[in-house]
């Protein structure tokens, strides 16, 4: 939550050339009038990330001669929804914030609608994938332009010597960089497999079955695999399913060979089970990689970033998008959309993903081939399939596609790993699937 | 042992049985004493020692598998980055200013209103005194959505914006210190003679006379009691500042340590330590010194209220 | 006394003023006009949003319709808040009573050793009411972590197996309060020693020269001198502990499986992160009235005690 003035007297010389020429700005600069913006921004947890995000936006502020503010805002302990929320009922606050999965679309009257520049750059960029689309545009209504800041895939992380030891996988030879993947035998049985084998080992996968978003991502990646919706597009239940009941068996053996106090594991929970050594594989974008990498150098030299296990419905990975979103009481919302155009281009893409050092991921189709994934190491390569170059699984997020305002509790009450618990515990099937509807017959309201 | 009781009895000056006459009794029950308060005072002081142990240590020792409770490299290196970044001693100084202002409004509210309320009554005066109390059970968790509702509707109406300013928390805090200070200062209030301001006012001393002069002296460990409490609740408070304060340079010092230096699912826990050390030494230092007025006044106003 | 005062400026400022100014001289103006900053704070800031917080109670999810007490209803329906209820009072009741007793005790040895001593104990247990919970709370979350537990730690040197501090029901029930009680605990202690030390020293020695043994001294001398302050205690830090926020956030989040929620945490959980504001007041709603049932019980008791006395 830094925050730091930009002044419209401190031009930077020499910034480098600005990537407008493709899409028209909607925003006419005026000689000095361009007045103030306030931004709300995700507070990137890697050193340096903010700084140039900062530049970026300033480089922009220089030259359209507008007074730029930004904080930059944690999304621990929600501070940020807990600022969302604030400035939605306050109806004041920053001009443009940022908003992670189900916020657009909690506050679709509050919001600018951003087809004018989403249209563009869809255009320019390719198309961002199905859950961008599905979290950020409501009736035909694009609530806000996908945001690289924040924005990543939970697929697993896995080490690449206690993989080979214990489960007898070769996950680079599975994920070769620079290559496709060879990941046929990567289904969810063998993924089963390996969480036995490890756990015997006593190297446990680490995966939560909290009910923060890692363990909600995670839970939700596999009951896509297995097809199984909570409640369809149209909104009704359908929890009494014959997918549900594969997905949620499958889970309760899963988690026999998880940490028995997984149940209340936070999202940063896994990141330390992966950093002391312990796991063998996490579900996490590569923060945790990142810090091992400073604390812990031989844990990170040992690890891989790569896709999901398969299962009968295909292969899917979580994915959190994030949006920059501009509040309608905003004075200057047409100065905040030529931000966002000059955020989106290519090249201030390719910036911000440089600084997070690949963490972040753009949403658009023609943004996942920089050079920063295939570079970083060590070991290099270890974030090449990251970004899922070869679109070879299935980007979704947990609780879709049911109408947001269902999915949303279904997702931050943490219905899914709530019901895995519940079973795992011995709750008969039926009973769980009896709560759990029940739960959500409760988020029917309006 | 009765005995020894009936020895002492007989020494009306002694508070308690000197030590040539101290039974074995007497003894066995000290070494007791001594043995359970270590076991407490283990108990009680294990989290600030393990803060400190933590505050000394590298991120990659906090994250190796060696024995958590040892220091195998020390290093004053969060203490050095905390204290010499900006932002953290913009914490720091919102909280101090914060929490003294409000520890001036909120005794200035009190003690006048204690003083009206226990002495001069007026019509509703003891509903007001209840309703004061009542205040107590209403938690902040309930109040900070319609105060948001609130705030929105002065800043339409007046042009004020209350939302992202360090200054807004001199008006919230009020609202978790007064009735406390309010409550024990009738309590004390209560507790001092008539005889005494009735002597002043026939005197002819004026109600703000008979306060300042007579009352206040009187009061002052109640009121010392009452300004520590309040600046104990104000440093701490966490819920207000999270809900309504942003930018780093509004922050109060436990928001800001939790929201920078814990970024996405990253936590810098050396920091952390080091941050919530520093954080709880002020208060630490005021107790050291105050803490026998603050025992005396908290008790005397709490009991007779 | 009401006499004297009347009379008491009047008599010297003398009788010629205009009406508005007797006014402004009459003891009850006065004494309204000191009271009025704080009939002012409490109203606009305390009274005025908590009657905001009623009406949005009644509201529907959207904040569009009117629905009465329907979001009450549906509460009632709903097993998650009858957990919540029991788990908020079994967190606040069993945190209330451990701190009522742990205090009790500590402020018993620090009565027992000599008076010099005394400060430097007295300083030293209270260190954590002293530093700010959400400060303080994060070093037991570091302490509880499932990776890097210090406790775990040390309970594998003795061969023992690792504690799931917050990740089964029972123990993540027993760590919340854990804290609560560490945090509270001291402010007890404090308090019942202030009032250890005004029970007259003659009671005692009255009671040995019957021969009581120091259990019935502690019965019939100690506690009923006592019983005031220990209900006031008691009654403030149940207010404090049945409104807990901090605590079981920071620890838990209400895991697992909503079974550590307190009122505070779940109305949060509907309230702001799934955006159900209207539930979320009714849920914080609830704890006022039972809050206000337990502080007349306990503030009857005390002013009839103190009428006997």
């Known amino acids: 939550m830094?925050?730091?003035?930009?002044?419209r007297r401190r031009f930077v010389a020499g910034t480098t050339a600005v990537s407008t020429a493709l899409v028209a700005a909607p925003f006419v600069?005026?000689?000095?009038?361009?007045?103030?913006?306030?931004?709300?921004?995700?507070?990137?947890?890697?050193?340096?990330?903010?700084?140039?995000?900062?530049?970026l936006i300033r480089e922009w502020a220089d030259k359209e001669k507008v007074e730029v503010t930004i904080d930059y805002i944690t999304s621990q302990g929600n501070k940020l929804l807990l600022t969302i929320a604030a400035e939605a009922q306050a109806k004041s606050g920053h001009d443009m914030l940022s908003m992670a999965h189900w916020l657009p679309a909690r506050y679709p009257d509050q919001l600018v609608a951003m087809n004018d520049i989403v249209e563009p750059l869809i255009k320019q960029n390719g198309a961002p994938n199905g859950t961008v689309e599905y979290l950020g545009k409501v009736n035909g209504k694009w609530l806000g332009v996908p945001c690289t800041i924040g924005s990543q895939i939970k697929g697993p992380c896995s080490r690449i010597d206690l993989m080979k030891q214990h489960a007898g996988i070769d996950v680079q030879a599975m994920y070769p960089v620079g290559a496709p993947p060879k990941a046929d035998g990567w289904t969810l049985d063998a993924f089963l497999k390996a969480a036995e084998a490890c756990q015997k080992a006593n190297h446990p996968f680490g995966i939560g079955l909290g009910t923060t978003s890692d363990s909600v991502d995670t839970a939700g990646a596999f009951f896509h695999s297995f097809g199984a919706e909570l409640v369809n597009a149209k909104g009704d239940i359908t929890v009494k399913s014959d997918n549900v009941r594969k997905a949620l068996d499958y889970c309760k053996r899963l988690t026999g060979f998880l940490p028995e106090d997984a149940p209340s594991w936070d999202d940063a929970s896994n990141n330390k089970w992966l950093v002391s050594g312990r796991g063998a594989l996490i579900m996490n974008p590569p923060s945790a990689w990142a810090v091992a990498k400073r604390d812990a150098p031989k844990v990170a030299e040992q690890c891989w970033s790569h896709g999901f296990p398969s299962g009968p419905a295909g292969r899917f990975a979580p994915y959190i998008p994030f949006f920059w979103n501009v509040w309608t009481f905003s004075k200057n919302a047409s100065a905040a959309k030529s931000l966002l155009v000059h955020l989106s281009s290519r090249t201030s893409a390719e910036k911000l993903v440089v600084a997070s050092g690949g963490y972040d991921l753009p949403a658009w189709e023609k943004f996942t081939d920089f050079k920063t994934w295939a570079e970083e190491a060590p070991p290099k390569g270890t974030l090449y399939h990251y970004p899922n170059p070869y679109n070879h699984q299935k980007l979704s997020i947990a609780a879709s596609p049911a109408p947001h305002k269902i999915a949303e509790q279904i997702y931050t009450q943490g219905i899914m790993p709530q019901m895995i618990v519940r079973h795992h515990k011995g709750e008969a099937m039926e009973k769980t699937l009896d709560?759990?509807?029940?739960?959500?017959e409760g988020f029917m309201r309006n | 042992m009765a005995d020894a009781a009936v020895a002492t009895a007989s020494d009306r000056a002694a508070s308690r049985p000197r030590y040539g006459s101290m039974s074995r009794d007497r003894r066995w029950a000290l070494r007791w004493s001594y043995f359970f308060l270590i076991l407490f005072a283990i108990f009680f002081l294990t989290p600030p020692i393990y803060m400190f142990i933590t505050s000394l240590k590298t991120s990659a020792e906090i994250s190796a598998e060696s024995n958590p409770w040892w220091v195998y490299n020390p290093t004053l290196s969060n203490y050095i980055e905390l204290l010499t970044q900006n932002t953290y001693l913009t914490f720091f100084r919102n909280s101090a200013i914060v929490s003294v202002i409000t520890v001036v409004i909120t005794m200035t509210i009190s003690v006048i209103a204690a003083f009206a309320l226990a002495r001069?009554?007026?019509?509703?005066?003891?509903?007001?005194?209840?309703?004061?109390?009542?205040?107590?059970?209403?938690p902040e968790t309930l109040l900070f959505i319609p105060l948001f509702k609130m705030f929105a509707w002065v800043n339409e109406t007046f042009g004020i914006q209350l939302m992202n300013n360090w200054w807004t928390m001199l008006i919230l805090y009020p609202t978790l210190t007064v009735p406390f200070a309010t409550w024990i200062m009738i309590g004390y209030f209560a507790s001092i003679p008539k005889e005494l301001d009735e002597a002043a006012l026939i005197d002819g001393a004026t109600w703000m006379q008979t306060l300042t002069k007579i009352f206040i002296p009187v009061a002052l460990p109640g009121i010392i009691a009452a300004t520590i409490f309040t600046f104990t609740v104000s440093w701490a408070q966490f819920l207000y500042?999270?809900?309504?304060?942003?930018?780093?340079?509004?922050?109060?010092?436990?928001?800001?340590?939790?929201t920078t230096l814990i970024k996405g699912d990253v936590f810098n826990w050396g920091q952390i330590m080091t941050g919530a050390l520093l954080g709880a030494a002020p208060p630490l230092i005021i107790y050291a010194f105050l803490m026998d007025y603050y025992i005396a006044g908290l008790t005397a106003g709490a009991t007779k209220g | 006394m009401a006499d004297i005062a009347a009379r008491g400026p009047a008599a010297v400022t003398g009788d010629s003023r205009s009406g508005l100014h007797k006014l402004m001289q009459r003891k009850s103006t006065i004494a309204f006009l000191m009271a009025l900053p704080l009939i002012v704070l409490i109203l606009s800031l305390v009274a005025y949003p908590a009657g905001y917080a009623i009406y949005l109670a009644m509201l529907n999810k959207g904040m569009t319709r009117f629905v009465g007490l329907g979001n009450f209803d549906f509460l009632f329906g709903r097993e998650t808040f009858w957990m919540v209820v029991y788990q908020s009072c079994l967190f606040a009741i069993t945190a209330v009573i451990f701190k009522a007793i742990i205090g009790f005790v500590v402020a018993h040895f620090v009565h027992n050793i000599p008076s010099k001593g005394q400060r430097k104990w007295r300083g030293m247990l209270l260190v954590p009411w002293v530093i700010p919970p959400a400060m303080s709370t994060l070093a037991w979350l570091w302490l509880f972590d499932p990776s890097y537990s210090a406790f775990n730690w040390i309970l594998a040197n003795f061969g023992i197996d690792r504690v799931p501090w917050l990740g089964e029901t029972g123990w993540a029930r027993f760590s919340v309060i854990l804290v609560n009680v560490w945090i509270g605990a001291p402010f007890f202690m404090i308090m019942y020693l202030a009032a250890l030390k005004s029970v007259p020293e003659q009671l005692y020695e009255a009671a040995s020269i019957d021969g009581a043994t120091w259990w019935q001294r502690i019965w019939y001398v100690t506690l009923p001198m006592m019983r005031n302050i220990i209900a006031i205690t008691a009654l403030f830090s149940l207010i404090v502990t049945f409104a807990n926020f901090d605590i079981v956030r920071v620890l838990t989040k209400g895991d697992p499986l909503n079974t550590t929620h307190v009122f505070a945490t779940w109305a949060f959980r509907v309230g702001i992160e799934s955006g159900d504001i209207p539930l979320g007041s009714a849920v914080s709603l609830f704890m006022v009235p039972i809050l206000a049932v337990a502080a007349t019980f306990i503030l009857r008791d005390i002013s009839k005690r103190g009428s006997e006395v």
């Open chain 1, 2 to 7: 830094v925050s730091r003035k930009v002044s």
């Open chain 2, 120 to 138: 001069m009554r007026f019509w509703g005066s003891a509903t007001l005194a209840t309703g004061v109390f009542l205040t107590y059970l209403i």
């Open chain 1, 29 to 55: 600069r005026g000689a000095y009038a361009a007045g103030k913006l306030t931004l709300g921004l995700w507070d990137h947890w890697v050193p340096g990330a903010n700084k140039t995000s900062e530049a």
């Open chain 1, 435 to 440: 709560w759990a509807s029940r739960e959500i």
């Open chain 2, 241 to 258: 500042p999270l809900a309504f304060t942003t930018s780093t340079t509004e922050l109060v010092l436990p928001v800001g340590i939790i």
